[in-house]
């Protein structure tokens, strides 16, 4: 199994944290984001997309965090990764989707690059965009953990699962931006409990063999 | 069964879709996105993240289109939006996802807003972020689509799926900003071939009551 990935993508950290949690051992390809590995030739034959993370397992090469969280779920299904019941999946699912729809794609390399180049943002600007997009989703899920009696110690109850799998990637995201994070006490006292799990410490940026400065 | 969205709401149009392929009755709430509704308290009742869709659906409120219909199909197998086999479900979450995570949110009325204002872009530019970020896309996707033998009449095999409830919004859309989509011949052949099926063409946003020019 090989992990097609780079330090700083909040999407490959979220697979390196599944895999920590299922217990499943990999290799690791780094790509280099900021100097445009992704972009290769060698690179577009694993991914066509031009986006990290690529996952190759059981002989095929799959892409897109979310849709390989579900997979390893299926395929290994210890711990699990989402509540037994249909309306506690649906609800892990919309938690995870707001990180991962809704917040991080609008913060991607590729858009904040856009922002500078073609349509010539200074890096102020681009700060507060970041920060502006973080800041609306996080407000939704704050409501949404505080005003759930499912939030446990985790997002859903008292086990790590997809929703907080999205959610440690972005705070990691926000603290290097340098949002204030206090508005947001669940996320905050969410976001600590699970980095006390080494599943989830293990697979920080500032811990893979990739990380620069 | 409550449905809250608007006429021109991708995702909201994803949901319409499924409940149609479903053959699930609803009733349906408007909520005029352009005037600001989702931003009025009584919809951030329903939805604490102001976006559209939300369902009310067995007691509940399910919001996040993508989790929707994992939930419309495990509550209601039949037919299935997703594939038997974990490898199919996973192609087909991901090519959903290319949409869903890396075309649209980027694209969101939220978002051109604040190209608009606070940074001050005219209509041109903001018609040529749209259709970059769809052009991307829709690369990537069309190299999936006609690089895999499990492309079929649909996106995967000869079943529409989740994949197909995705695309044929953006394309709807993509007609919308007079992208060329010529460079993608099999979005284009799906496409249509999705659009001969009742469950797509009720959908559409020129066919909801809320439609307005």
Chains 1, 2 share one sequence.
Not at 51 to 76: K, M, N, R
Not at 142 to 163: N, S, V, Y
Not at 189 to 196: D, H, L, P
């Amino acid at each position: 199994m090989q992990l097609y990935g780079y330090f700083r993508s909040s999407a490959a950290f979220r697979v390196r944290i599944a895999l920590n949690l299922k217990q499943l051992d990999y290799d690791s390809a780094f790509i280099h984001l900021r100097r445009g590995d992704q972009s290769q030739p060698a690179f577009l034959g694993v991914n066509p997309q031009g986006l990290v993370p690529a996952l190759e397992i059981d002989g095929q090469t799959l892409i897109q965090s979310l849709a390989i969280l579900e997979y390893l779920d299926e395929t290994h299904p210890e711990p699990p990764l989402l509540p037994p019941d249909a309306a506690g999946r649906a609800r892990v699912r919309a938690l995870a989707q707001i990180v991962a729809c809704d917040i991080h794609p609008i913060n991607n390399l590729r858009v904040l690059r856009y922002l500078h180049r073609p349509l010539g943002h200074d890096q102020t600007a681009i700060e507060t965009w970041y920060n502006h997009w973080i800041d609306s989703g996080f407000r939704a899920l704050e409501g949404l953990l505080a005003g759930d009696k499912r939030t446990g110690a985790f997002c859903h109850g008292d086990r790590p699962g997809l929703a907080d799998i999205a959610l440690v990637p972005q705070v990691v995201n926000a603290e290097r931006y340098r949002l204030d994070v206090h508005p947001y006490p669940n996320i905050t006292r969410i976001f600590a409990t699970c980095m006390k799990l080494d599943a989830f410490a293990a697979a920080h940026p500032e811990r893979q063999p990739d990380r620069e400065e």
